[in-house]
């Protein structure tokens, strides 16, 4: 079965320090890849997604993603984060499941806590 | 706010019973997701809705049933409940279906508690 893997459970930075999130996931096809965050008290909202070209996208609030197909990863980085990027990052893969439809799997999550 | 809304917010019962979650897609979505989180699963897809139709199936069980009406809402019904039901609902909406690229926008989720 397709399976997404986050490495991190919990992840604690202090401000300013760089982050970077790993994914990976287990598919030879097609994929299509999306970060999504929750941030405490709040729905989930997309990050980025990757569908195809320039491997390397930009999302929102500074948060880039990698695409390294023979890697079969899509880890998300940020420079330098800030209190506010407090939250949990979930990583998902949209498979295709058959009969035109498709399934969106997501990884069990990082938390990332950052210091003041 | 993500304009999906999810009813109730929390919800306790006890083991055996049946009860129902309520999602109310964004104005002009056409598919609904459901998706249950739990510590140890993480978050699954359950099943989505496109249209009325049903579209997709995960790891739905045969106790939990759903279905999404003329007016686009969707509920998902939970019975004979175990302990084990015990999570996070979430239900999420999108405009199309069948390319795998659309963004799904998400709810603020149904807590339920099987006592």
């Known amino acids: 079965a397709q399976s997404v893997s986050q490495h991190n459970h919990h992840v604690i930075l202090s401000e300013a320090a760089s982050l970077e999130l790993g994914c990976n996931y287990s598919y030879g096809g097609t994929v299509n890849l999306f970060w999504y965050v929750q941030y405490p008290g709040q729905h989930l909202q997309l990050l980025l997604k990757y569908f195809s070209g320039d491997p390397l996208v930009k999302g929102i609030k500074g948060f880039e993603a990698e695409f390294i197909k023979s890697k079969f990863s899509f880890n998300l980085r940020k420079p330098s984060v800030q209190w506010s990027d407090t939250a949990e990052y979930f990583c998902a893969v949209n498979i295709y499941s058959g009969a035109g439809s498709y399934q969106l799997t997501f990884g069990k999550g990082t938390k990332l806590s950052v210091i003041p | 706010d993500s304009g999906v809304t999810q009813t109730p917010k929390h919800l306790i019962t006890a083991t055996g019973q049946r009860v129902t979650l309520r999602c109310s897609p964004r104005?002009?979505?056409?598919?609904v997701y459901w998706y249950q989180q739990s510590l140890d699963q993480g978050l699954q897809f359950l099943i989505q809705y496109y249209n009325g139709e049903e579209r997709a199936k995960g790891n739905i069980l045969e106790r939990f049933s759903a279905q999404q009406f003329p007016d686009l809402h969707s509920e998902l019904n939970l019975s004979s409940l175990e302990l084990g039901d015990s999570a996070l609902y979430f239900c999420?909406?999108?405009?199309?279906w069948g390319t795998g690229r659309s963004e799904q926008y998400f709810g603020p989720g149904t807590r339920l508690t099987v006592t």
């Open positions: 104005s002009g979505d056409l598919s």
């Open positions: 999420a909406s999108s405009v199309e």
